[in-house]
């Protein structure tokens, strides 16, 4: 017998792929062109708005050469600074002042649709569902231009163009936002706590007063963060509903200047909204964690008294 025949079987080795194709065939691998889109992605976002806040601190009139630091734009300059400009800040003013209002308006009120809806059963719940989602869907402009037309003729006297206009018009436009996160919280949470709350006694505005509504506190709270953000930003409805140059917010102020030779306080202007809105979120975001925190300390605590 040959010494082929008594040697044991040895192991057969594969030739190494090509270092690329076998790169591309590992399915463990990094993403890296994905790495790489989403850093793309977010420096061609961020960059122009660090650009802008940064010249929003330019000491001369010029928004692409830098000249020096300076709160000049913000409310150094006598006359041009953001808080000396008297169109500016009373732009910024009613900018804040419709959020606000806005918020207190189409917070409740989306909610109130929200569990309205999600308590009816049948076909003509399913139509109000479909015409909240649709509102949410609907280009702004539209709206806006509806809004105008409606005022303007058929309700002409009635609302005038302004302030109440703008507030009609963010609350509409807006109502969707609380009304679609806290449907899908109440989805989440199922009709289990409010029944069981009936169940030991308690009417139904007790149950829910007490039990439903602070459930749904954290998307309450998101929603009012939403709405505020996407208030504070608007530029479709309230430049459509405007009336006097009093009633324009910052963003259309911002684009009225943007169109001629702005200096760099329509910079400060623009990072005062980013920053406000910034803001809004971040406290948002906090009471969330808190809330959601504190909850979950309060549960275990009561299942650890259980044991």
């Not at 650009?51 to 000491?59: M, R």
């Not at 929603?223 to 409805?237: C, G, P, Q, R, W």
């Amino acid at each position: 017998m040959s010494e082929t025949a008594l040697a044991p079987d040895r192991p057969i080795t594969v030739a190494p792929p090509r270092r690329a194709m076998g790169w591309f065939r590992n399915p463990w691998r990094k993403p890296r062109v994905l790495q790489f889109v989403t850093w793309g992605y977010l420096a061609w976002s961020i960059l122009p708005v660090v650009i802008a806040i940064v010249f929003s601190f330019n000491n001369g009139r010029s928004r692409s050469t830098w000249q020096g630091f300076s709160l000049r734009w913000w409310y150094q300059d006598p006359f041009d600074s953001v808080w000396n400009d008297i169109a500016l800040r009373s732009a910024m003013f009613q900018t804040f002042r419709l959020s606000v209002i806005t918020v207190v308006l189409a917070v409740p009120i989306g909610t109130a649709f929200a569990i309205g809806i999600d308590r009816w059963r049948g076909r003509p719940a399913s139509t109000a569902n479909f015409f909240m989602l649709f509102s949410f869907v609907m280009p702004e402009i539209i709206l806006g231009v509806s809004l105008l037309l409606l005022f303007s003729n058929l309700l002409e006297g009635a609302v005038r163009l302004g302030t109440s206009a703008q507030i009609i018009g963010l609350v509409t436009f807006q109502i969707s936002y609380p009304f679609i996160v806290v449907r899908a919280r109440l989805l989440s949470i199922g009709p289990e706590y409010e029944e069981a709350a009936m169940d030991l006694g308690a009417p139904p505005g007790q149950s829910l007063r007490r039990v439903l509504l602070p459930l749904l506190g954290p998307a309450i709270l998101a929603s009012a963060a939403l709405v505020f953000a996407d208030s504070v930003d608007n530029f479709v409805t309230v430049r459509y509903l405007s009336g006097p140059a009093s009633s324009e917010p910052l963003s259309v102020k911002i684009y009225s200047a943007a169109r001629a030779s702005p200096t760099p306080a329509v910079n400060a202007a623009a990072t005062i909204m980013l920053v406000s809105t910034l803001t809004v979120i971040g406290l948002a975001w906090f009471a969330y964690r808190r809330t959601t925190r504190r909850r979950g300390d309060a549960m275990s605590a009561a299942g650890l008294a259980e044991l």
